[in-house]
C-alpha cells in the first residue's frame, strides 16, 4: 500500500515525466461514444433473447444477481478464447480481478496456520490482499520460465514440517507483472503435476494472455482435476474504467447438507462485501462480447500490436544506447517478453525511490523499482518498465532518456 501511495504521488509530483511505471492499457482507441453504443448492444441481446421491457429496465437499474447477470457470456468467451470449458454457475462476476483476489484468498485461507504462496516477484494487488486479510505470504523463488518447481515443493515441505498449511500457489503465467516472463507450455504441464502431488491449489492470474505473440494453453484449459481457479478481468482487454473482473471457481466443496460449487461460497462471501458487480459496468462489458460475437481475441489484436510495437521500440533504443561491449562492462541488461505490458531491466546501482525521483526530476522519464514487487529483499538494483500507457514515439524518447540517466549514474 505504501509503494502504490509513492507512485501516486510521484507521477502527480512529475506529471511532464515519460512514465513507464503504471501497468495502465493504451487508451487512444478508446471512444467517448462507445459506452452508450455497447449499452445499446446488450438492451438490443436482451430484447432478441425474449425480455420484456420491464426486465431489461431491472436488469440495468436495479441490484442483480450476487454472482453477476452476465456469466453465461462470460463462458462463451472464455470456451472460445482460451478454450476452457466451464459452465456458467462455475463463475463469479466481481469489481474488478482484485476484488476476486480477496474474495477467494478469504475462501480459502481462514485458520490461523493458512499460508498463501506467490511467485516471488509478486503483483502487489495479491500480497496487498492477503495483508488485509492477516493472511501469511511465503515467497517461491522464480525462473525466467516460471516458478521454480524445486522451491516449490521445498517450501510446501518446510511449512508442513513447521505445521503450517500451504493453501494454494498464486502466478501469472503469461506476460507476468513484473517481469513480463512467460511460462512454457511444458513447464505449465509440470507445474500442474507438482501442484497435484502437493495437495495444493493454483491461482492463475490472467490479464495479459490475449497481448502475447505466442499463444499458450492457460493452466486452466490443461487442468483435469480441478486444481486451478482462474483469475480473469476485463481492464485490460475491454477498459479499465468499467471495473469488471471474474474468478472461475468450479472445485467441489464440503457443506452442511452435502458438496458444492467452491464459486457459490465466494459469492455469499461477495454478498457481504459489495453485495452484487454493478450492472450498468455489466452491461457495457455484455454489449462489447455482444458486437464482437463472443471473443475479445480478434479484437485485442490491434492493442497486442501496439504493446509489442512500443516495447520493441524500448528494446532497441536501448540496444542502440548500450552496445553489447559497453552493455557488458556496465552490467545493464533487459530482457525479451513476447508480449503484454511489462520487461525488466537490470542497472549496476540501486534502483530505489532516491533513484526513480532523480529519474523523473532531472531527466524526465519514470519507471517502477522491481524491490516492490519481492517479499524476499531481492530486485534492489532491476527496474519494471512498463510499455503500454507510451506512444511509440514516447516509448523512444523514454528509452533515450533512461539509458542518459543509466549512464550518468553508474
Known amino acids: 500500500m505504501d509503494t502504490m501511495t509513492f507512485l501516486n504521488e510521484i507521477t502527480l509530483r512529475y506529471p511532464d515525466a515519460i512514465s513507464f511505471a503504471p501497468g495502465r492499457p493504451y487508451e487512444g482507441d478508446f471512444g467517448v461514444t462507445d459506452i452508450a453504443d455497447l449499452t445499446d448492444a446488450y438492451v438490443g441481446y436482451l430484447r432478441q433473447s425474449g425480455r420484456s421491457e420491464e426486465q431489461i429496465r431491472t436488469a440495468l437499474f436495479q441490484y442483480g444477481a450476487t454472482a453477476g447477470q452476465i456469466r453465461e457470456l462470460v463462458a462463451d468467451m472464455l470456451r472460445k478464447d482460451e478454450e476452457i470449458d466451464v459452465p456458467a454457475e462455475s463463475l463469479v462476476v466481481t469489481v474488478g480481478c482484485q476484488e476476486a483476489l480477496l474474495l477467494v484468498l478469504r475462501a480459502l485461507c481462514h485458520g490461523p496456520d493458512d499460508v498463501l504462496l506467490v511467485d516471488s516477484p509478486c503483483y502487489v494487488g495479491v500480497t496487498g490482499a492477503a495483508s488485509l486479510l492477516d493472511i501469511p505470504v511465503a515467497p517461491v523463488a522464480s525462473t525466467p520460465y516460471g516458478v521454480s518447481r524445486t522451491a516449490l515443493r521445498e517450501t510446501v515441505e518446510r511449512l508442513t514440517a513447521q505445521g503450517r498449511r500451504p493453501r494454494a500457489l498464486y502466478v501469472v503465467p503469461d506476460c507476468s507483472n513484473p517481469t513480463g516472463a512467460s511460462m512454457p507450455t511444458q513447464n505449465r504441464v509440470d507445474l500442474l503435476e ?10 492463475e492470474d490472467n490479464p495479459y494472455g490475449l497481448f502475447s505473440s505466442r499463444r499458450r494453453p492457460t493452466l486452466k484449459a490443461l ?3 480441478q486444481q486451478v481457479i482462474y483469475l480473469g478481468s476485463f481492464a485490460k482487454t475491454a477498459f479499465p474504467g468499467a471495473r469488471i473482473g471474474y474468478v472461475v471457481a468450479d472445485q467441489r466443496v464440503r457443506k452442511t447438507d452435502g458438496t458444492g460449487l467452491l464459486a457459490d461460497e465466494i459469492a455469499k462471501l461477495k454478498s457481504m462485501v459489495t453485495v452484487n458487480t454493478p450492472s450498468v459496468s455489466q452491461a457495457v462489458v455484455a454489449g462489447l462480447l455482444v458486437t464482437e460475437g463472443g471473443s475479445l481475441r480478434r479484437r485485442n489484436e490491434t492493442a497486442a500490436r501496439h504493446y509489442q510495437d512500443t516495447m520493441r521500440r524500448v528494446r532497441n533504443t536501448l540496444a542502440h544506447e548500450f552496445p553489447p561491449a559497453q552493455r557488458s562492462a556496465l552490467g545493464v541488461h533487459w530482457n525479451d517478453p513476447d508480449g503484454g505490458f511489462f520487461l525488466t531491466v537490470d542497472v549496476p546501482f540501486p534502483a530505489d525511490e532516491s533513484a526513480l525521483s532523480t529519474s523523473a526530476q ?11 514487487f519481492h ?12 510499455c503500454s500507457y507510451v506512444t511509440t514515439a514516447e516509448a523512444e524518447t523514454g528509452a533515450t532518456r533512461l539509458a542518459r540517466f543509466i549512464k550518468e549514474s553508474v
Open 194 to 203: 507438482t501442484a497435484r502431488s502437493l495437495g495444493l491449489l493454483l491461482l
Open 223 to 225: 487442468d483435469r482435476r
Open 375 to 386: 517479499l524476499d529483499g531481492g530486485g534492489d538494483r532491476q527496474m519494471r518498465l512498463s
Open 362 to 372: 532531472e531527466y524526465g522519464v519514470m519507471w517502477t523499482p522491481m524491490r516492490f
